[in-house]
């Protein structure tokens, strides 16, 4: 949607992330190890959604398998 803007600043190394709307108001966070992402790791991921003054931020597990 114009003007939302979503990041993932925390990502861990080796690891990068985009964003797929699924539904009007809903996005997806697909992150993808590349081969120099340590393995069997685990980090937590601050997510952060802005709209005009209001922002939502969140944190999730990644799992690089």
Known sequence: ???V???A???PAGVT???VR???GIWLL???ASSTAPRFTSSTVTTTGRLGTV???TAVTV???
Do not use: I
């Open 17 to 19: 992330a985009t964003f």
């Open 5 to 7: 803007e979503l990041s």
């Open 55 to 57: 922002t939502h931020t």
């Open 30 to 32: 697909r992150p993808e």
């Open 9 to 11: 600043p925390t990502l």
């Open 63 to 65: 799992f690089v398998m």
């Open 1 to 3: 949607a114009v003007g």
């Open 22 to 24: 699924v539904a009007v």
